[in-house]
């Protein structure tokens, strides 16, 4: 298959309809020359193609155990280990040549494993890229599919040899089982619901859907016509489905013994689970449709590209659909609107020991699915209560080195997970203490004796005491004591002396700069000079030093 010249491009396109691609996009998809902006949010079904080279004819793709994708290329004799962001990591060429790799599971082992139609041949890819080809004994089998089965050891289907196979991870292949009638053509195979010890099978010559236990015994039921021809086969939720191409349905096998068809209005071919008990099948009709778990048609999703013949498909590491896609040499993610959720919190290092100046750096933690990409946040908490929680302006790397201002706070950082859906919520590491705050050194109580109404209270700025010149007693007058910076905190006592007789008010507020103070000479204050004493108590932490000022009224009768 020749496919499209995609010259290293990769499009993303949101779906237009459902059913059908306009001609402006197909047009624009043949050519190779309108690129296409990814949406910031995907919609279910929206798609973007990445080339797997020339002549690839991608068979099917699989979810591997290293995070990526792996994908056989038939056209190209290769299997391709594809990272979620569509790139080709790397290519591994087969051993035999021509050796139509086919379907490809992941086994027992977190080893790849594959069938190869022509070279009549069970292959087992490391993620390392290291190949293994194991020989089947039945001549021109012609092995199709293949699954992990219950027992450890690997099942495929071989279409002409009209055989179930089994093979162990040691490449051993234990047993052949004939099916029990003749050219029956099984396709696809599937581990059976937990605990049945059976695996499940498809023959699209006859129309049977049929089981094989551990132990060799066949069982199942002819669906309701010989040209059903299914292939296709999941197990979802302990209920066994398959398409039926012939008849443009799918089945669910009830008690293993009848089908309940459900007509989907397209030949369907390839099956795989999605995202919340979604089925997701290829159809004949250049699409992929959604099912629900009860077997409901959720949405048909026309490819972007003409005659791109879907083939296998899986559920990617990040939560959407890959699809194999022969006739365009590409491989398709399908947004499945599966945003990301997390299920263990981001936690940050070092979590003790923190000084200003300190890098902090947090984990991503752990999510639903693989992400595409993250992104970070720092929070500076007044507590270890979350709602005191604000975000530290420009702090959005995976690092973080402590500042003054972070003494005496707590930190935590946020993580948002990216896919082809969109962005995550945020996850937030637990807060933890940040630098230790500077202690403060204590306020002066015994500041230099005043020589007069002005005195220095550092830092440039100066307190003036103003006091009235003359006062009669039983009367109010203001004194005010007027610092020069209105910053200034802390309180301020007077205290008035006439001889031994002396009267103090401790505590007066300082507000904006300035203290304002009415006193009221008692019928028994000595007439004559009063000296009026100001002192300074700078508030903890204040820039400003403790100082006293002086000044003189005459109390008059």
């Known amino acids: 298959m020749g496919g499209l010249p995609w010259h290293g491009v990769v499009m993303t396109v949101r779906t237009l309809s459902r059913m059908s691609v306009s001609p402006l996009i197909a047009g624009a998809l043949v050519v190779g020359t309108l690129a296409f902006a990814p949406p910031s949010q995907a919609a279910v079904g929206d798609s973007a193609l990445f080339p797997m080279g020339t002549n690839a004819a991608p068979q099917d793709v699989v979810a591997g155990p290293d995070g990526n994708l792996w994908v056989t290329n038939p056209g190209s004799n290769t299997i391709a280990r594809v990272s979620t962001a569509g790139v080709v990591l790397q290519n591994y060429s087969l051993p035999t040549a021509n050796a139509g790799v086919r379907d490809i599971t992941v086994g027992p082992d977190n080893n790849l494993w594959f069938t190869m139609t022509n070279a009549n041949q069970i292959g087992r890819i490391t993620t390392a890229g290291v190949i293994t080809a194991f020989n089947i004994p039945t001549a021109n089998s012609q092995p199709y599919d293949i699954t992990t089965g219950s027992d450890g050891a690997l099942w495929f289907t071989e279409f002409a040899g009209n055989k179930i196979g089994r093979i162990t991870t040691a490449g051993a292949v234990t047993n052949e089982y004939a099916l029990p009638a003749g050219n029956t053509a099984p396709w696809g195979i599937v581990n059976g619901p937990t605990g049945s010890s059976r695996v499940y099978y498809t023959s699209s010559g006859n129309g049977f859907v049929g089981f094989l236990t551990a132990a060799g015994q066949f069982g199942g039921t002819a669906t309701s016509s010989t040209g059903s021809s299914p292939r296709g086969i999941v197990t979802n939720q302990g209920n066994v489905w398959f398409t039926m191409f012939g008849l443009s349905q799918v089945g669910n096998l009830v008690n293993d013994a009848t089908v309940a068809s459900i007509p989907i209005g397209q030949q369907a071919t390839y099956m795989a689970l999605g995202p919340n008990n979604t089925m997701w099948i290829t159809t ?70 923190i000084a200003v100046g300190s890098v902090l750096t947090t984990t991503n933690g752990t999510w639903s699915a693989t992400p595409s990409s993250y992104t970070y946040q720092w929070q500076r908490c007044t507590s270890t209560v979350t709602s005191t929680c604000a975000t530290i302006a420009g702090a959005t790397a995976i690092t973080y080195t402590t500042v003054a201002a972070d003494a005496g706070q707590f930190l935590r950082s946020g993580v948002t997970a990216v896919n082809a859906s969109g962005a995550s919520s945020p996850a937030y590491s637990a807060p933890i203490a940040g630098p230790a705050a500077t202690p403060t050194p204590a306020p002066n109580p015994n500041p230099r004796p005043a020589t ?4 220095s209270i550092g830092s440039g700025a100066t307190m003036e005491l103003d006091a009235p010149a003359k006062q009669k007693r039983t009367k109010r007058k203001m004194y005010d004591v007027i610092f020069s910076a209105t910053d200034a905190q802390g309180t301020v006592t007077l205290q008035f002396r006439s001889g031994s007789t002396r009267k103090t008010f401790t505590g007066l507020p300082i507000k904006d700069g300035l203290v304002e103070f009415q006193w009221k000479v008692t019928r028994k204050w000595p007439v004559g000079n009063t000296s009026v004493v100001a002192t300074f108590v700078p508030a903890s932490g204040s820039k400003y030093t403790a100082a006293q000022v002086t000044d003189t009224v005459l109390i008059r009768n």
């Not at 959604?290 to 999703?301: C, E, H, I, P, T």
């Not at 007069?452 to 005195?455: H, I, R, S, V, Y």
């Open 452 to 455: 007069g109404p002005t005195a």
């Open 284 to 353: 004949a009709s250049n699409s992929v449709m959604q099912l629900s778990d009860r077997g409901a048609v959720l949405g048909n999703y026309a490819l972007p590209v003409a005659n791109a013949q879907p083939a296998g498909l899986a559920l990617g590491p990040d939560s959407n659909m890959w699809v194999a896609l022969p006739g365009a040499n590409a491989i398709a993610r399908v947004a499945t609107a599966a945003v990301l959720t997390n299920s263990a919190a981001p936690t940050v290092s070092p979590a003790t020991g």
